[in-house]
């Protein structure tokens, strides 16, 4: 079957790049990026040219938005209505443009981010400095092109009179390129486009003397001259912009941070309840009230604080934490022509200049012509009045108007257009004092000429034109500038003991990982054993702390997760708590918590020594687990685990390495005792060396750091149900990674294994849960102490219960006179 003739076939990627070429071209060049002469997008450029060809100017009265609304879209944007307004609105909001280009009766938006009343109820005209915008745009200044359907022309670029993408800025996302150039003060840009007119060649730092960085309407303190420099020089760069604050003495001692300007685009009410809700989740203490106080006569935004609340340390803790101070990213991206470009201060100076350079010598060539033409007609109607009775009696003697106009040619050679306008002559215009009038007229004209001549043809005198009217553009329009510029960017050091209310609190960990802290009063309140538990779970920790401490927990899967105390759920002591995956991600289902260590500030010298069930031991310094930046949602791996069985058995913590020994009982009943100095510290991701020569099947039940010199009792429980407790010192010391000796006697038949070993300690009870899930307290510290050969003797009946399933010791805590023991 043929193909049709006027079917193509193209590949997917030919058409989708062409087409996605053809789009982003059109979004680059005419929807999203200024243009870097006269500062404005096709659709301001657009709104402003119709409004002013419509009459909308300042001097005249406003009209309905609407109409002028409709009038731009049927003329010169065939696009959506809304996006017309949203951009005519957006040229009326004096807290987004420096200088506004347009005048709005009615609302028109507010820095809360409500939006304008319908362009229906509003009403708009030009503001005044729109008028420089384009003034001389109808002396063929630029460059006109047709309209999308071509029933009318439009401008390319506006004359503008002054350099409006400095002064009112840009913000724009369009296909890979995004603009975001700041606004500067009118006063400051001209005087440094003066400066770079008259020295071509001027250097960054001489035009920064003019143009030391942008002035924002909405004030502000802005941070980072080197910062700026950077930026002016590349385009790109980010600067600190914080708001203009101060703290205020109120009434009962107490003080209040005041508001009076925010950051540039920053919306007031989204920052007031962000503050707010600072106050509410008590994230730091001391605030009593947010209010935003701004009126018709500015903004005003109070921070009440509590009495002696540090007002310093919560004002940087706000300045940190919310959009009180921001980064303003400069990325000056602006269409040049007709390609995008980051420019620099220089860059987007110069092409104003050669724009306005372009514009001047069109506009003198414009006036030239038109007063060449009128210097005719004057000529012409000079001569005419000098003969004028014969000039009468020849038109009187002619036919028509066009005879007449022959006539006054052939007989007294004038030109077709001095003839003309000599028969359209009004009869008034033949008095006596007429004539005097031409003479002025002429003299007028041929000084104008002249003027014209000169600033065409020399480029030095047309450079002093383009001055005279910035300066006149300055003296009319200039004002005071609105930001403060602070030569080094300051750095916020918020101490955690200004911000948290300083207070000794109770902290629970479960091995299923609910984290809590209980006030003193609500432990004392409860008896201990109503600690707030899901069935099956049991307390690893239960202290009292302090709320500037710090807290380390590490899962039985190496990972350390970090928490500062008073960033722990407030809650009573008889509440469950909050499971730790609800902040930390990643965590597996089986993973559990079998160590934690508070602590008030980290130890140099401190090491962690960490021991797994396959066998692997080492040490690492305490200081690698500083708190690390994403600790609120990650945490941070302590040891690398080889095998997915592997697993944490123990983790201990000594500032003393010298006192100790390890000691390792396996499964199988072997144990292990050899120095602590035989094992390396590394860092936090290593794996570790071998802590035990373990046979096939067998594991580390358990590892502890027992004193070289002196006794430690521990207890041994097997899965047959007996318990027995020895001296860990009853072990010789031997080497690392050696298999140790037997500390249970090997039986033929049923060989006891053990599924427990931990240090006796008097104050730790051990609940055992039986095969049958019968549940046992039993306080082993004080059973009988057993050579290394013995079994020990049984806790349960081997016969009825069968075995122990799982051991665990428990902690508890007693407080009395509330203070903690």
Request: hydrophobic share 35%.
């Amino acid at each position: 079957m043929d193909t049709r003739q006027e079917i193509q076939e193209l590949t997917l990627e030919e058409v989708m790049g062409d087409r996605f070429g053809r789009y982003s071209k059109y979004i680059i060049q005419e929807r999203a990026l200024p243009d870097i002469r006269d500062g404005l997008k096709p659709v301001q450029r657009r709104i402003l040219f119709s409004m002013n060809k419509d009459g909308n100017t300042f001097d005249k009265g406003f009209r309905k938005s609407a109409k002028s609304v409709g009038n731009i879209m049927g003329n010169y944007h065939p696009h959506g209505d809304s996006s017309i307004y949203e951009a005519m609105v957006r040229l009326s909001q004096d807290w987004k443009l420096r200088e506004v280009l347009i005048e709005m009766h009615g609302n028109n938006g507010s820095m809360d981010g409500d939006p304008p009343a319908a362009m229906r109820y509003t009403e708009a005209r030009l503001s005044k400095l729109s008028g420089e915008m384009l003034q001389d745009i109808e002396k063929e200044t630029v460059n006109f092109v047709w309209n999308f359907d071509d029933t009318e022309k439009e401008p390319t670029v506006l004359p503008a009179r002054y350099p409006n993408l400095l002064v009112n800025g840009s913000t724009g996302i369009s296909a890979g390129y995004a603009t975001e150039i700041p606004t500067h003060n009118l006063e400051e840009v001209i005087d440094g486009t003066i400066y770079l007119i008259d020295h071509p060649n001027a250097s960054l730092d001489k035009l920064m003397e003019y143009i030391p960085g942008p002035d924002f309407p909405t004030g502000g303190i802005l941070q980072g001259k080197e910062e700026i420099k950077k930026a002016y020089e590349t385009g790109k760069g980010k600067v600190i912009l914080r708001s203009q604050t101060k703290i205020e003495e109120i009434k009962g001692g107490k003080q209040q941070i005041v508001i009076s300007e925010i950051p540039y685009e920053v919306n007031k009410a989204v920052l007031v309840k962000k503050i707010d809700e600072i106050r509410l989740s008590k994230k730091i203490d001391g605030i009593a009230e947010v209010r935003d106080e701004s009126d018709r006569t500015g903004l005003q935004m109070v921070v009440e604080l509590k009495k002696d609340a540090n007002a310093e340390g919560i004002l940087n803790y706000l300045f940190k934490n919310t959009e009180l101070q921001i980064n303003y990213n400069f990325n000056m991206v602006a269409i040049d022509k007709m390609t995008p470009h980051q420019v620099g201060l220089i860059r987007i100076l110069e092409s104003y200049i050669t724009h306005r350079k372009e514009v001047i010598t069109n506009r003198s060539r414009f006036d030239l012509e038109k007063a060449k033409k009128r210097q005719h007609i004057v000529e012409g109607l000079i001569k005419a009045l000098s003969i004028l009775d014969k000039v009468i009696a020849t038109i009187r003697g002619s036919k028509d108007k066009k005879n007449a106009k022959d006539n006054l040619v052939k007989q007294f050679a004038f030109s077709e257009e001095q003839a003309e306008a000599i028969v359209t002559l009004q009869l008034y215009r033949l008095t006596n004092t007429d004539i005097t009038q031409l003479e002025a007229e002429a003299k007028a004209l041929d000084e104008q000429v002249t003027e014209l001549l000169s600033i065409l043809n020399d480029e030095k005198k047309l450079m002093s034109v383009m001055k005279k009217e910035l300066r006149e553009v300055k003296k009319q329009y200039s004002s005071q500038r609105l930001t403060r510029i602070e030569d080094e960017i300051e750095e916020i050091r918020i101490e955690t003991e200004v911000l948290v209310a300083q207070e000794d609190v109770v902290i629970s960990v479960t091995q299923e990982g609910y984290v809590k802290r209980s006030s003193v009063r609500s432990y004392t309140a409860s008896k201990p054993e109503e600690l707030g538990m899901k069935e099956g779970d049991f307390p690893i920790f239960v202290g009292e702390a302090n709320t500037l401490d710090h807290l380390l927990m590490i899962t039985n899967k190496a990972n350390v997760i970090y928490r500062p105390i008073h960033e722990l759920p407030d809650l009573r002591w008889k509440d469950i708590g909050e499971h730790i995956s609800q902040t930390i991600t990643g965590m597996a289902i089986d993973e559990s918590i079998i160590a934690v260590y508070p602590y008030r500030e980290i130890d140099p010298m401190a090491t962690f020594v960490l021991m797994s069930r396959e066998g692997m031991i080492k040490q690492t310094k305490m200081s690698d687990f500083e708190p690390w930046r994403t600790y609120r949602s990650k945490a941070t791996s302590c040891m690398k685990l080889k095998s997915e069985n592997d697993e944490l058995v123990n983790v201990t913590l000594t500032s003393e390495q010298e006192l100790w020994d390890v000691f390792l009982v396996s499964h199988r009943g072997f144990g292990l005792r050899y120095s602590l100095d035989e094992v390396p510290v590394v860092g936090a991701k290593a794996a570790g060396v071998k802590s035990m020569n373990l046979k096939e099947h067998d594991f580390v039940v358990n590892g502890l750091l027992v004193y070289k010199e002196g006794d430690t009792p521990i207890t041994i429980l097997t899965q047959r149900g007996s318990m027995k407790r020895m001296l860990a010192q009853e072990l010789n010391q031997l080497g690392r990674a050696k298999r140790g000796l037997m500390v249970l006697r090997e039986l033929k038949s049923q060989p006891h294994r053990v599924i427990f070993m931990n240090e006796s300690q008097t104050e730790k009870q051990l609940l055992v849960i039986t095969q049958k899930g019968t549940r046992l307290m039993i306080d082993a510290a004080n059973a009988p102490i057993n050579d290394r050969t013995s079994n020990g003797s049984f806790v349960i009946n081997e016969k009825e219960e069968i075995g122990i399933a799982e051991v665990h010791q428990l902690v508890t805590l007693k407080i009395e006179d509330d203070s903690v023991i």
